[in-house]
């Protein structure tokens, strides 16, 4: 059976009295945050080009926004919520830094066999965040003594998730292995990136489906869409029932004995902001033809 570790909140409660924990892109501290960043894509705007645009999510957003600046400036919501790794106390924090393709010149060759996970926990006496990300070479080790955002994980998209625990809390995740579809007790629509060996088709054999996303699409005139194949990022999507994960595993063969995270929420905020991201789907193979949402 395929193994697949996940992180189950039904709901994300940010208990006030310390100083470490995510921070919003508009430098207050949050319960919560999610970063889409974009692909690299042609349009005005150097930024749009290099891939570092990005949307923000949080509680109180009203939906997603544009960054407040470029992924690589450190006073965005990523930049700014890292920043005690980067200064002179950082030895004070407990931390732990952990991504299966880590930033040189760290030794550590890529491998197929081990775990595919990518994340951060930064814990102090109070309490800290937990960072799920799908961000290759990330972060910038505490030695190199800045924030800054890696050149090969500008092309394709990515995500990120934050959720701030007082110290209490992180000895009540509820770690459990298992189909995250019967889990959840949903259909999903998942985004992962394709461009592997072995990518699993959606998959219609249990009592939920789960179906490859093919297209995503932000809403508005200025968009952007783009393909699964221009995005690195690994999310899914509950089309009725509220659930929506941000995480780091692929669907495919190779990652079936792979460890990895998931972190999934029923916040009407998060679902509210992801769900009509996917523009189309694979369907199951008795019908190959990519589908929108409904039909």
């Known amino acids: 059976m395929v193994s697949l570790v996940a ?14 924990r995510c921070y919003g892109d508009s430098g207050q501290p949050v319960d919560w945050f999610v970063i889409y960043k974009l692909p690299a894509q042609s349009g005005p705007g150097n930024e749009a080009r290099k891939g570092l645009r990005y949307r923000y999510l949080d509680g109180s957003s009203g939906g997603w926004r544009d960054g407040a600046g470029p992924i690589n400036s450190s006073e965005g919501a ?6 005690p790794l980067y200064r002179a106390n950082a030895s004070q924090l407990a931390f732990l830094l952990y991504n299966d ?19 951060i926990l930064l814990l102090d006496q109070e309490g800290g965040f937990w960072l799920i990300h799908s961000v290759p070479r990330f972060p910038p080790l505490p030695s190199s003594g800045a924030y800054t955002w890696p050149h090969n994980a500008q ?53 939920f489906k789960v179906l ?24 899914c999507v509950a089309p009725r029932e509220q659930w929506a ?6 669907r495919n063969h190779g990652e079936e004995h792979r460890g990895g995270g998931t972190l999934c929420a029923q916040l009407p905020a998060i679902w509210k902001a992801f769900q009509p991201l996917v523009k189309t789907f694979n369907p199951c193979m008795d019908n190959p033809r990519a589908k929108k949402p409904g039909e």
């Open 7 to 20: 992180l189950l909140l039904g709901a994300l409660l940010w208990v006030p009295g310390w100083a470490l």
């Open 78 to 83: 990523v930049g700014r919520s890292l920043q």
């Open 245 to 250: 994960c941000i995480g780091d595993m692929n």
């Open 101 to 119: 393709q880590p930033p040189k010149p760290v030794w550590a060759p890529d491998t197929s066999s081990n775990g595919h996970a990518k994340g």
């Open 155 to 207: 092309t394709y998209g990515q995500t990120l998730i934050c959720v701030s625990f007082p110290l209490t809390e992180f000895t009540k995740i509820d770690l459990y292995a298992g189909w995250l579809a019967e889990a959840l007790g949903a259909d999903l629509q998942v985004q992962f990136w394709p461009n592997s060996q072995g990518t699993l088709p959606s998959n219609c054999s249990g009592p």
């Open 212 to 235: 490859n996303v093919n297209q995503t699409s932000f809403p508005g005139p200025a968009g952007p869409t783009f393909h699964s194949t221009e995005d690195h990022s690994k999310w």
